[in-house]
């Protein structure tokens, strides 16, 4: 397959790489021109020849220019993976949603944690029932920012500029509330604290802690931060007939059922292999013309929350979330609906 790889960061040579190892033909593109392709790749000179004639494409350039590649990508009728966040919030992960859906372009958004067996795990015990209704949930993550890149200086990185909207909540929490949520279900509403508290020199929050209330009934927080000095990462899900335990740090899932006893399963930490197979899943659906291995739509309810979690933590209110916006035709029996929307007092006031 003809692949594209947009930003070469971190993240996006990873992605060129995996490609290059998969046996693809591959192009990418960087604005920075000194950046030197991965030995095998043909450097494009801009996004849209990078794109242009490929079978599949990967936006990885900064989260501020997600909308505009994967924008370019769908018109232009090529499938796409979106690198994590889809959008810098949720009104223009919608409208990425909607031209894809008008468009019928595949759009995925890369949350490779769902292909970590310690969350795959996860899934697949609340998925037969064995901790029975969820009833409490919990994900969190901490880490020291200036470990995760020591070459460079991270008061330099998108993560601690506001200007790129960088800090916790688009940059860690996504993954947390990708999989706390794919797994127990949509969030009915949230309130939230997102501060910065330690020394790092940010402009960005540094650590956020999220209470959801579930749509299914039950409760979930999501915890993160960015000066953790040991790496901590886990997640517990108790149940009406049971408890999960997972631990990044002890490689180490538990499972606690009704009648006391606890069966321990072993869970490699290593996240190196999640990324080769998020994409072979995602060039795989690309060549079967199967559905989107994490769809638009589910990264919206993810972007819905972060969106309320920031309006909870700057107006100290509990947010109720919306039913997600979705696409469908219109039909004549609509117009009175678009009529009384267009006639509604707020719609009249703010327009």
């Known amino acids: 397959m003809r692949v594209a790889v947009v930003g070469q960061g971190s993240i996006g040579r990873r992605h060129a790489e995996i490609a290059l190892a998969l046996g693809h033909e591959l192009t990418v593109y960087d604005p920075d021109p000194a950046t030197t392709p991965p030995s095998g790749a043909r450097a494009a000179a801009s996004v849209r020849e990078c794109i242009e004639g490929a079978d599949a494409a990967v936006v990885a350039s900064p989260s501020s220019a997600h ?6 990508a769908i018109e232009l009728g090529v499938p796409v993976l979106v690198e994590k966040p889809l959008a810098l919030d949720v009104a223009h992960a919608a409208e990425l949603d909607c031209l ?21 795990a996860l899934s697949a015990l609340v998925a ?10 919990s994900a969190f993550c901490g880490s020291w920012l200036p470990d995760w890149r020591p070459a460079s200086d991270y008061r330099k990185s998108y993560s601690a500029r506001g200007e790129l909207r960088g800090g916790v909540l688009l940059d860690v929490a996504v993954h947390e509330l990708d999989y706390l949520l794919w797994i127990v279900g949509p969030a009915g509403s949230v309130s939230a604290l997102a501060r910065h508290v330690s020394e790092l020199e940010t402009d960005v929050e540094d650590v956020a802690l999220i209470a959801i209330e579930l749509a299914r009934g039950g409760v979930a927080e999501v915890g993160v931060d960015y000066f953790d000095r040991s790496y901590r990462r886990g997640c517990r899900i108790v149940g009406s007939a049971g408890t999960l335990n997972w631990s990044w740090e002890e490689q180490l899932l538990a499972h606690h059922d009704a009648s006391g006893k606890t ?3 072993t869970v490699p930490s290593d996240v190196a292999p999640t990324y080769r197979m998020q994409l072979e899943r995602f060039l795989r ?9 994490v ?7 993810v972007l819905a929350v972060i969106d309320a979690a920031r309006s909870s933590a700057r107006d100290g209110r509990r947010v109720a979330l919306a039913a997600p916006v979705t696409l469908r035709t219109a039909h004549v029996q609509d117009a009175e609906l678009l009529l009384g929307w267009r006639n509604d007092p707020e719609t009249r006031r703010w327009s």
């Open 67 to 72: 909308v505009a590649h994967a924008r370019m």
């Open 100 to 120: 894809a859906q008008a468009r019928g372009t595949m759009l995925s958004v890369a949350m490779n944690l769902r292909e970590h067996p310690g969350v795959q």
């Open 128 to 137: 037969e029932g064995a901790v029975g209704n969820v009833l409490r949930a």
């Open 263 to 265: 069966s321990r399963q």
């Open 285 to 293: 659906a690309v060549r079967e013309g199967a559905q989107a291995p």
């Open 295 to 301: 769809p638009a739509e589910e990264a919206r309810q």
